[in-house]
């Protein structure tokens, strides 16, 4: 398996709040740019997150990254372990914010910052680094 062309997902129009918080978690995404062990997921989550017309891609391109997390605890591969949490969690919320009828739990969006905390300490970024990432200038 591998992860989809998220450009052939219907497209979405999500709310003004919605789409405010799409450029947070893309700033929170970039502080773990060139640090985080699955580069290809990576880039492929800051791809989704930052195109908020197709987050109804966002279940699709979680079930590869579910698929990479289960294979990183199979090999206790901790910092990778974290960065799919983390990576889970965004694409949990950009789906969320399209009002699909499945949704994951909605509380999903409160976890993306304490997952980027988790993933700062997993992979030696320092925590400095994602609260600037939260304070916009």
């Known amino acids: 398996m591998a992860f989809p062309d998220i450009r052939t997902f219907v497209k979405c129009q999500p709310g003004p709040y919605e789409r405010r918080m799409g450029p947070v ?6 502080v773990f740019d060139g640090r985080v062990p699955d580069v290809e997921s990576h880039a492929r989550i800051v791809e989704l ?3 908020p017309e197709l ?20 090999t ?12 889970e969690t965004c694409c949990q919320a950009v789906f ?10 909605p509380g999903s969006a409160f976890f993306v910052v304490p997952q980027a905390f988790g993933l700062a300490r997993a992979v030696a ?13």
């Open 96 to 105: 969320n914010a399209t009002d699909p009828r499945e949704p994951f739990d």
């Open 55 to 74: 987050w109804s891609a966002g279940h699709a391109v979680f079930d590869e990254v579910r698929r990479r997390l289960l294979a990183a605890m199979k």
């Open 76 to 87: 206790k591969d901790a910092s990778r372990e974290w960065q799919h949490h983390f990576e």
């Open 25 to 30: 978690i893309v700033r929170l995404l970039r």
């Open 125 to 137: 970024v320092p925590v400095a680094d994602v609260v600037s990432a939260l304070t916009p200038d």
């Open 49 to 51: 997150v930052a195109t």
